[in-house]
Antibody, heavy 119, light 107 residues
Framework: EVQLVESGGALVQPGGSLRLSCRGS????????MNWVRQAPGMGPEWISY????????HYADSVKGRFTISRDNAENSLFLQMSSLRAEDTAVYYC????????????WGKGTTVTVSS | DIQMTQSPSSLSASVGDRVTISCRAS??????LSWYQQETGKAPKLLIY???TLPSGVPARFTGSGSGTDFTLTISSLQPEDIATYYC?????????FGGGTKVEIK
């Protein structure tokens, strides 16, 4: 079964740091673009970053640029999101999602991990 | 950034009804448009990609249409398991952007 499992979510103080992980199973992780998408309470999804298969092509949403870093370890079937200078508005469920195809659609999603930024 | 605007924001319909959700992009996106279904407390699930292509396993009562700036998701006969929020999302340019969502309820 194709599966993505996120971990690392926690309660963290404003200004703090956190590292999220996403591990894939049942999929050929290395051949796909991978994304992080977050969803604040009561809001719609917000795409925040993606990384190409070799890990050299990376993009970020303006809301996280300079504070978050995406990376991947294809040998370990893992995706990471290093988050720093966290703000209250970063509070959300964070999903990893695989994307593919000409239309770069996100076809496999994890169940999410919750990040709460609060003092 | 490309803005995605969905309408309506919510709707209530009876089982068996035909339901239509609209999505408009602030600039042309060809057919780089996906639809996702999200049940409460769950991750989004891919419903349609390339504006009109159904992934395997998605029921045929779901159809997508449109190109350029105007897109439509149609549920031909609403079923109880279709209760969810539906989002459109463009993959034409960075940043990827989602619509505000349409919450579908049973009357």
């Amino acid at each position: 079964e194709v599966q993505l499992v996120e971990s690392g979510g926690a309660l963290v103080q404003p200004g703090g740091s956190l590292r999220l992980s996403c591990r894939g199973s049942g999929i050929s992780f290395s051949g796909y673009f991978m994304n992080w998408v977050r969803q604040a309470p009561g809001m719609g999804p917000e795409w925040i970053s993606y990384i190409n298969p070799p890990g050299l092509g990376i993009h970020y949403a303006d809301s996280v640029k300079g504070r978050f870093t995406i990376s991947r370890d294809n040998a370990e079937n893992s995706l990471f999101l290093q988050m720093s200078s966290l703000r209250a508005e970063d509070t959300a469920v964070y999903y990893c999602a695989r994307s593919q195809g000409v239309y770069d659609y996100m076809d496999v999603w994890g169940k999410g991990t919750t990040v709460t930024v609060s003092s | 950034d490309i803005q995605m605007t969905q309408s309506p924001s919510s709707l209530s319909a009876s089982v068996g009804d035909r339901v239509t959700i609209s999505c408009r992009a602030s600039q042309t996106i060809s057919i780089y448009l996906s639809w996702y279904q999200q049940e409460t407390g769950k991750a989004p699930k891919l419903l349609i990609y390339g504006a009109s292509t159904l992934p395997s396993g998605v029921p045929a009562r779901f159809t997508g249409s449109g190109s350029g700036t105007d897109f439509t998701l149609t549920i031909s006969s609403l079923q109880p398991e279709d209760i969810a929020t539906y989002y459109c999302q463009q993959s034409y340019s960075i940043p990827r952007t989602f619509g505000g969502g349409t919450k579908v309820e049973i009357k």
